[in-house]
C-alpha cells in the first residue's frame, strides 16, 4: 500500500511543504508569536524529517534527532494558545497547495486528521509544566481505515 509520504511525492515534495509552511509561520501574525520572525537554520529540515516519517517514510527524525521525546521537549513551555494551534493547521493546509501537494480529497482529509490530533499535543505540551517524557516511537499516520484512494 501507498504510504502518504510516497502518495505526496516523497521526500522532494515534504521538503518543499516544510520550507514553505516554516517561512509563512515566520510572516503569519497569529504564528509569529510562537515562532518569532528571525526563524532557525534548521528548522525547516527538522520539519521535514519529522513529516517524512509521520507520513510513512524513512524514520528520519528519529535517526537524526532523537524520536518522540525530542519533538516534545522542543515545544515545552511555548505555552502555544487554541488560535495558535489551529492557525498552524491552516496555514500547514494553505501550504499543501502551495507546495503542490496532491489535491485529493481523502489524502487532504487523512494530513488534516493527522494536523488536528498533532496540534493537540502539542498544545498540551506546550504549557509549563507538561510532562514531555515519552518512550513512544514518532506516530506514523496512515491511511486509516477506509484505506487509500483508488488510483487514477
Known amino acids: 500500500m501507498t504510504t502518504l509520504y510516497d502518495y505526496a511525492g516523497g521526500r522532494d515534495a515534504i521538503v ?12 503569519d501574525p497569529v504564528l509569529s508569536q510562537v515562532f518569532g520572525t528571525q526563524g532557525s537554520a534548521t528548522h525547516a529540515g527538522h520539519l521535514a524529517d519529522w513529516l517524512t ?10 535517526e537524526r534527532h532523537g524520536g518522540h521525546e525530542a519533538l516534545l521537549r522542543h515545544h515545552a513551555n511555548r505555552s502555544i494558545a487554541e488560535p495558535q ?21 481523502r489524502f487532504r482529509e487523512r494530513l488534516r486528521e493527522y ?18 517524557t515519552s518512550d513512544d516511537p514518532v506516530p506514523v499516520w496512515d491511511w486509516g481505515p477506509a484505506g487509500p484512494p483508488p488510483r487514477a
Open 53 to 62: 516519517e509521520v507520513f510513512g517514510g524513512p524514520k528520519l527524525y528519529t
Open 16 to 27: 518543499r511543504l516544510a520550507e514553505i509552511h516554516y517561512g509563512r509561520c515566520l510572516t
Open 115 to 132: 494536523l488536528e490530533w498533532g496540534t493537540a499535543i502539542a498544545l498540551d505540551v506546550s504549557q509549563p509544566g507538561a510532562d514531555v
Open 85 to 105: 494551534r489551529a492557525r498552524f493547521v491552516a496555514v500547514f493546509l494553505e501550504s499543501c497547495d502551495a507546495a503542490g501537494l496532491p489535491a485529493e480529497p
